[in-house]
């Protein structure tokens, strides 16, 4: 099996036969991450005889688009097929003023469990290599620069596909790094955003790598019980322990962390949770509802007005609040929904 190009730098790019001189690197890298050619043969600014050694040698892109699924709002969910035989789900996301946003994927499937979540049903299938998660990037990118109602190319990355980033923090790093370098793509750490379900041993370091990047945190409730009932990884680590990580965090990087709120029928939404959510009602915080987009027999979407009332009483609080509307609900393409079965997806 080829290896793919995206696992060498600039470096290791000059260790390829006929890859002689620095500039030579620097080309193959503009082709892939600036220009989105993903055929060597493409590269016609190279000799041939180079261009014939990297296609023997190499691949680019080591997943393949296996299924594409457009929303009534623009937007786009892939299936990709990964060498080994195994999936991943990434989502293209426009705004009403057609800002971009990729939802990536680190891992195929998920083992945190939360039930909530579609993807953790599959259980976790693997972690993804760091050239799997650019390769979904680029893919997308490329994507991008065809979609001609696209103004502003300055996208935006969030780990909020199939799994949990923090549980594959090694990949996940490589990947931002490369991200963040000027000859690759340039992205500054404040368009990136890791969501976790709260790997709190992770979260310092990840601050410490990037001091810049933003994090949204899977809080659902501030319950302790209720948060243990509904995501495996509470009894690992506290309410309180959330906080005082959290807080310690800020108090750093003055970065203020997103709190994902999913908003569940009679589960989280009463005036004692509320009560229970006091504790994060400071400027280092902000709250993210996200009306439950995966139903279930046990678990359900609240009303309309159920969702505004929980917002109004927030905010009379004085709490920070957004809420986050459906997106590709359609296709199965919003926040919880990521999911292949293999019986039915291909």
Request: charged letters at 30%.
């Amino acid at each position: 099996m080829r290896e793919s190009i995206l696992s060498l730098d600039e470096k290791k790019l000059l260790n390829i036969p006929l890859v002689d001189k620095p500039f030579r690197a620097k080309q193959i890298i503009k082709s892939i991450y600036k220009n989105r050619i993903f055929d060597f043969a493409s590269m016609t600014d190279m000799p041939k005889s180079l261009r014939e050694y990297l296609t023997t040698n190499f691949t680019i892109l080591n997943i393949k688009p296996i299924k594409k699924l457009e929303s009534t709002d623009g937007t786009i969910k892939f299936l990709f097929k990964l060498t080994d035989d195994n999936y991943v789900e990434s989502v293209y996301l426009k705004d009403k003023n057609n800002r971009i946003t990729f939802c990536i994927s680190t891992q195929s499937g998920c083992r945190m469990g939360c039930k909530f979540c579609k993807t953790g049903e599959m259980g976790l299938k693997k972690n993804l290599d760091f050239t799997e998660i650019l390769s979904q990037i680029l893919y997308l990118a490329q994507i991008m620069d065809e979609d001609q109602t696209v103004v502003d190319t300055a996208f935006n990355i969030v780990f909020m596909g199939m799994g949990e980033p923090l549980d594959n923090f090694e990949n996940v790093t490589k990947s931002i790094k490369i991200l963040n370098l000027k000859d690759f793509f340039d992205i500054k750490e404040s368009r990136i955003t890791i969501s976790t379900s709260g790997l709190l041993d992770k979260i310092p370091l990840l601050y410490e790598n990037f001091p810049s990047i933003k994090l949204a945190v899977s809080l659902i409730t501030a319950n302790q019980k209720k948060r243990e009932e509904i995501m495996p990884i509470a009894k690992k680590f506290t309410i309180q322990q959330i906080f005082d990580i959290l807080i310690k965090c800020y108090q750093k990087y003055q970065n203020r962390i997103t709190l994902e709120y999913v908003l569940i029928k009679g589960f989280n939404m009463s005036d004692d949770d509320i009560k229970d959510l006091e504790i994060f009602n400071n400027k280092a915080f902000h709250l993210n509802l996200i009306p439950l987009n995966h139903n279930d027999n046990k678990i359900q979407r609240p009303e309309e007005k159920e969702i505004k009332l929980f917002q109004q009483k927030l905010e009379n609080k004085g709490f920070t609040v957004t809420r986050r509307y459906r997106r590709g609900d359609d296709i199965k393409a919003d926040c919880g929904q990521l999911y292949w079965d293999n019986t039915k997806d291909l």
